[in-house]
């Protein structure tokens, strides 16, 4: 059952990047992390308060490891959306943390040429 | 450290982030837990809005301005920079027109390698194999599926993107859009019109169900 997340739709620190009201996604990698987060809301393994509060916890531990400077330079809202979204599948357990590390090191010893 | 591929270090923070994401998608999806067709509707759902709209300005602009569309067609990366658009790989950006004789159409037969600073998402269908094949083989047949029937005078050209080139394909003015300006214009260039898959449409501007 689709939820309303009315986070995505408001302001606040935990709502997604807009330009002219519209979500971008500045890498096609970023609108991939954001609808596997819609899907597994919409299945349940999730509530959007669960996830917002995680995203926020991710925010705000992301900003207390760096100073402003590096803050302003090293910003990305998806990654910390990546970040809350590991947090939650590993804490469900769907999946190991170590499985996506191994699995993205697999990944990216692949042969260049056709990174999407 | 390769010499020749010098654009995928391990250590560039965007390509790391894309393979977490990949990472978590593909196991998720041998887990059965998502489905990417599922998470493109997601996608297309929340944000069929971003993407074309750059296209859609680019196009318009050539469309307008006879000396941006010659600076368009000789280094597309740079004209389209020139509006703002760019991409963070540095892939390089060629713009293709079509005319009366040359109809283009843009695949990707390997993937998915696709000019999303202008374009935006993907649509599922330019992804599927059944695509990326075929359009190669019998572009004509598969252009009428489309939708898209051309006078068999007109010689189709298929153009494969790859990591390193996009393509993007100007479509021709249509006709009676001569009073028009430019942001009127870009309300006429579909996505499809820009793969080559389709032609440009007079906007909606009214929708039924709001």
Request: charged share 25%; net charge negative; proline share 6%.
């Amino acid at each position: 059952m689709a939820e309303r997340a009315s986070f995505l739709d408001g302001g606040g620190p935990a709502a997604p990047p807009r330009a002219n009201g519209e979500l971008v996604f500045a890498a096609p990698w970023e609108s991939r992390v954001f609808g596997i987060a819609v899907a597994l809301q919409e299945q349940g393994l999730f509530s959007w308060d669960e996830f917002r509060q995680c995203l926020i916890a991710e925010i705000a531990a992301w900003e207390r490891a760096r100073g402003s400077a590096e803050r302003d330079q090293d910003w990305s809202y998806y990654a910390r959306w990546q970040a809350a979204l590991e947090t939650l599948v590993t804490r469900q357990g769907v999946c190991l943390r170590t499985d996506l590390d191994a699995r993205a090191r697999a990944l990216a010893a692949r042969p260049p040429g056709h990174d999407h | 450290m390769s010499h020749h591929h010098d654009h995928t270090h391990d250590d560039d923070p965007a390509r790391a982030e894309a393979l977490r994401a990949e990472a978590l998608e593909t196991l998720l999806r041998e887990k059965g837990i998502v489905q990417p067709e599922v998470i493109d509707a997601i996608v297309q759902r929340y944000a069929q809005d971003i993407g074309p709209m750059n296209g859609a300005r680019v196009v318009a602009r050539a469309w307008s301005d006879p000396a941006y569309k010659t600076r368009l067609l000789a280094d597309g990366t740079a004209a389209i920079a020139e509006l703002g658009f760019g991409g963070a790989q540095g892939e390089h950006i060629v713009v293709v027109e079509n005319t009366d004789r040359v109809h283009n159409v843009v695949v990707c037969t390997l993937c998915s390698c696709y000019p999303w600073p202008v374009l935006g998402l993907p649509p599922t269908w330019y992804k599927e194999p059944a695509y990326r094949s075929r359009v190669v083989r019998e572009p004509r047949q598969v252009l009428a599926e489309m939708g898209l029937t051309l006078d068999r005078r007109v010689e189709i050209r298929v153009w494969d993107s790859s990591s390193e080139v996009r393509y993007l394909v100007l479509p021709q003015r249509p006709a009676g859009t001569e009073p028009l300006d430019e942001t009127e214009l870009a309300g006429w260039v579909t996505r499809d019109s820009m793969i080559g898959v389709g032609l440009p449409q007079a906007p909606v501007t009214e929708r039924a169900d709001g």
